[in-house]
Each structure stands twice: as structure tokens, then as C-alpha cells.
């Protein structure tokens, strides 16, 4: 406590600094703000011997020596008015239009308080404690104190991530090359430490990702398509080395190869035809070889010519080779059925006293087909007649017949496609 009693206008003043730091400045080197204030309180009392504590508003100045007595002046600030409350009142130094500075702290071993009240300077000065100096003791890097907390003054281990304040830590905080894979654990970064899209071209080096980085992988899963969109680009499928399977497009047309059979397993041109086994295919479906159907085929209105039996051996026309294990309607077809001449009747034609038997049967168009011609074929007998044979409908042709022994018929139908 310092005490002036000069007369009964003046007044004592009892100070303490207080060690507190506000954080507001430039930065340290550990990227922290360096105080360019400090706290102070005081105790003001009148001059009696009861040392009454003061209640008023008082005009006060701070400065900053480098001595006791006399030297320079570091640092200066006015407060235009104080209010004191029981005989106390607190500052911030610096936050009154001057700030700090750090520079106040270099290069001197001692700093002293001047403090003037309403106009009159309390002497002695006061000394300055460690405040000011932990102060200096965290400039920024820049200074004459650069580079004062390096890796011999942090011990290994001691700044874990839960130390480090999220994006602490930047591109401007890191020399190039300064992280490589040596300071990273096996699998430390994971996808949760990286945010969607943050890495894209910009962070991948030409080159950086190529043939060798990819080469003796297994497989690849996309979950989008693959596109090849450089010029001549094409897929290649190897085996022992030996291109296998080669797809690609040139000039809009696409290929599918087989390279070691040197065969076009298939191949799409400009208008939309497709071809197997020919590199320019002449139709909408061009195929050089035989074609196999295990099932149904439908040729449109394609030729074919059917032996009178009706069976299903084909002559083609206009096709090389079809080869249906199924049913084929290609076109044009023929078809029978058998039908029994047994119905005894009294008399039908003039045979003399010859029984007569008669008997009709229609032969029907497959599904799609309607007829458009038939005939009737009897089997033998001595005295045999044709009665009916006619077409029933759009999809049927019929037959009857009377012979002088019970037997059996066949009716036939020419049926083909008419129409789409």
C-alpha cells in the first residue's frame, strides 16, 4: 500500500497488480494471441485518520518507465474519468485507445508503473511483476524471440488432436513436403477425416494415380458407369497376357472382338444395324453363319416352301440355314388334319348295292395366319368321292368324302401371314 498525505485535498493510494491477461493481440508462434492488456486495481482513500475509503469519479494517467526514476516513457494512457466505489477501482491497461504493445517487453530487465490522479503523480513507481513478462514470452514468431518454442521445448507425445482446436491446423501451417508418409500412421486417415468432395483433381499430382498404383488389383466396383472418353479409348480383356477381348469405337461405330479367333462378335454402325461375325453389317440384323432357335421364331413374311405332307421339314428361301429344335412359323406353313370317313348312310352316290360311308374334317390356321388355300387327300378304296372342299371362315379348310369302305381322310390348309 502506498500512502501521500501532503494535505487534507490530497488523497493515498493503495494499488495491486493483478497477474490476469486479456487475450487480444497479435499472434504467438503457437498461433495464440499475445495480451495487449492488463488488469489493474487500486485503493483510494481521503487523507484523515480514518482513511475513509473515496466514492467519486476521477480523471486518471498510466504510463510505463524503464526505470525507477526518470528514463523513458514505454507507454502512455489517459482515462478521462475513474469511478471509484468504496475506495476501489479496476482498469484495463491498454483498452482505453492504447494498447500494449509487446515491444514494451524487449530488451530490459525491469518496468515500472507511474500512476497520476487528478493530475497529481504518486511517486515511488511501482514495479512491474511477471505479467509483462509472460507477456513477451509469447511474441509471435517475427520477432527477436522467434522460433523460441521449438521441438526440443515440446516433449514427444505431449500435443495429442484432443490439444488441437478443429482447422487449427492449414496449408499455411506446413512447409511443403513437411508431411509425408513417414509421419503418418498406417490407416490414420480414414474417411470420416475427410469431408465429402474435399479431394478432387486439384489435390492429386498428374500422374499421381496411375498403371503402377492400379496395376494387380483384383477388381474394381463402381457404382456409376465407366467412360472412356479419349480418343481411341477401348476396354481389353487379357489372359496370360495375350489381349482377349477388345471393345472400342471408331469413327461411331462400335466393336466387339474377340482377338484370338479374330472374330466381330458384334459390331454396331451408324444406322443402327447390327452385325455378328461381320465387321460391316448390311441390315438391321446381319449375321454370317448359321442361326439356332431353341424355341419360337417369327421371320415376318419371309418365303418358305412345305413338303405336301405337312411336316416340319423346311425348304428356305431366301435363308441360308434355320435351325429350330421349336415351332416355326416363318411366313408361309401347312397344316392337316385326319378325319374318319366310318358314318354308315343309306345310299350317297350310284355304286350299285355298295355300303356308303361318309365323313368331313376342316384343318385350322395356326394363331397370327389365315388361309388361303387347301385340298383334300383320299385314301384308298375302290369307289371313292370329294363331296365338299371349301374354306370355313378366314382360318379353316374343310373337306368331305363318301367311300364304299369305312376309312379315313386328310384335309390340308395353306395358311400365311397377312398384314404386320
Known amino acids: 500500500m502506498i500512502e501521500r498525505r501532503p494535505s487534507a485535498a490530497r488523497a493515498a493510494l493503495a494499488v495491486a497488480l493483478v497477474v490476469a491477461l486479456a487475450?487480444?493481440?497479435?499472434?504467438?508462434?503457437?498461433?495464440?494471441?499475445?495480451?495487449?492488456?492488463?488488469?489493474?486495481?487500486?485503493?483510494?482513500?481521503?487523507?484523515?485518520?480514518?482513511?475513509?475509503?473515496?466514492?467519486?469519479?476521477?480523471?486518471?494517467?498510466?504510463?510505463?518507465?524503464?526505470?525507477?526514476?526518470?528514463?523513458?516513457?514505454?507507454?502512455?494512457?489517459?482515462?478521462?474519468?475513474?469511478?471509484?466505489?468504496?475506495?476501489?477501482?479496476?482498469?484495463?491497461l491498454g483498452s482505453s485507445g492504447s494498447p500494449i504493445p509487446t515491444s514494451v517487453f524487449t530488451g530490459g530487465t525491469g518496468r515500472y508503473l507511474e500512476i497520476a490522479i487528478n493530475g497529481e503523480t504518486l511517486t515511488p513507481r511501482q514495479?512491474?511483476?511477471?505479467?509483462?513478462?509472460?507477456?513477451?514470452?509469447?511474441?509471435?514468431?517475427?520477432?527477436?524471440?522467434?522460433?523460441?518454442?521449438?521441438s526440443p521445448q515440446v516433449a514427444d507425445g505431449s500435443i495429442s488432436g484432443a490439444d488441437i482446436a478443429p482447422d487449427a491446423i492449414g496449408a499455411g501451417h506446413l512447409a511443403s513436403g513437411s508431411v509425408g508418409s513417414s509421419e503418418m500412421a498406417t490407416a490414420s486417415v480414414t474417411a470420416s477425416k475427410i469431408a465429402a468432395s474435399a479431394v478432387d483433381a486439384t489435390h492429386i499430382a498428374a500422374d499421381a494415380v496411375g498403371n503402377l498404383e492400379l496395376n494387380g488389383a483384383d477388381q474394381f466396383t463402381f457404382n456409376g458407369g465407366v467412360i472412356f472418353e479419349a480418343s481411341g479409348a477401348e476396354f481389353v480383356s487379357r489372359s496370360g497376357g495375350t489381349p482377349?477381348?477388345?471393345?472400342?469405337?471408331?469413327?461411331?461405330?462400335?466393336?466387339?472382338?474377340?482377338?484370338?479367333?479374330?472374330?466381330?462378335?458384334?459390331?454396331?454402325?451408324?444406322?443402327?444395324?447390327?452385325?455378328?461375325?461381320?465387321?460391316?453389317p448390311l441390315d438391321r440384323f446381319h449375321v454370317i453363319g448359321s442361326v439356332?432357335?431353341?424355341?419360337?421364331?417369327?421371320?415376318?413374311?419371309?418365303?418358305?416352301?412345305?413338303?405336301?405332307?405337312?411336316?416340319?421339314?423346311?425348304?428356305?428361301?431366301?435363308?441360308?440355314?434355320?435351325?429350330?429344335?421349336?415351332?416355326?412359323?416363318?411366313?408361309?406353313?401347312?397344316?392337316?388334319?385326319?378325319?374318319?370317313?366310318?358314318?354308315?348312310?343309306?345310299?350317297?352316290?350310284?355304286?350299285?348295292?355298295?355300303?356308303?360311308?361318309?365323313?368331313?374334317?376342316?384343318?385350322?390356321c395356326s394363331a397370327g395366319k389365315v388361309v388361303i388355300g387347301g385340298g383334300c387327300y383320299a385314301s384308298s378304296a375302290r369307289y371313292a368321292s370329294i363331296s365338299g372342299n371349301y374354306p370355313l371362315g378366314t382360318t379353316q379348310w374343310c373337306c368331305e368324302s363318301s367311300y364304299d369302305i369305312s376309312g379315313t381322310d386328310n384335309a390340308y390348309a395353306i395358311c400365311a401371314r397377312v398384314g404386320n
Not at 510505463?64 to 474519468?81: H, K, Q, R, V
Not at 514495479?127 to 513477451?136: I, P, Y
Not at 441360308?320 to 401347312?334: H, K, L, N, P, R
Open 292 to 364: 439356332r432357335a431353341n424355341a419360337f421364331v417369327d421371320t415376318g413374311n419371309a418365303a418358305f416352301l412345305l413338303d405336301p405332307a405337312g411336316t416340319s421339314n423346311l425348304s428356305a428361301v431366301n435363308v441360308a440355314s434355320v435351325d429350330v429344335s421349336g415351332t416355326s412359323f416363318i411366313g408361309w406353313e401347312s397344316v392337316s388334319t385326319t378325319y374318319a370317313v366310318d358314318t354308315l348312310v343309306s345310299s350317297c352316290h350310284s355304286h350299285g348295292g355298295l355300303a356308303c360311308y361318309v365323313g368331313s374334317g376342316c384343318a385350322t
Open 23 to 92: 487475450r487480444a493481440g497479435s499472434l504467438d508462434a503457437l498461433g495464440q494471441t499475445v495480451p495487449s492488456v492488463m488488469n489493474y486495481q487500486g485503493r483510494l482513500t481521503d487523507n484523515t485518520p480514518q482513511q475513509t475509503p473515496i466514492n467519486l469519479s476521477l480523471p486518471m494517467a498510466f504510463a510505463i518507465y524503464d526505470s525507477s526514476l526518470g528514463g523513458t516513457s514505454l507507454w502512455t494512457e489517459s482515462w478521462p474519468a475513474v469511478t471509484v466505489v468504496n475506495g476501489i477501482f479496476s482498469v484495463l
Open 244 to 280: 482377349k477381348l477388345e471393345w472400342w469405337a471408331d469413327s461411331g461405330i462400335s466393336y466387339l472382338y474377340h482377338r484370338p479367333a479374330a472374330t466381330y462378335l458384334l459390331v454396331n454402325d451408324t444406322t443402327g444395324n447390327w452385325g455378328i461375325d461381320v465387321s460391316t
Open 127 to 150: 514495479q512491474l511483476g511477471a505479467a509483462g513478462w509472460a507477456a513477451r514470452a509469447e511474441t509471435a514468431a517475427g520477432t527477436d524471440c522467434a522460433d523460441c518454442i521449438g
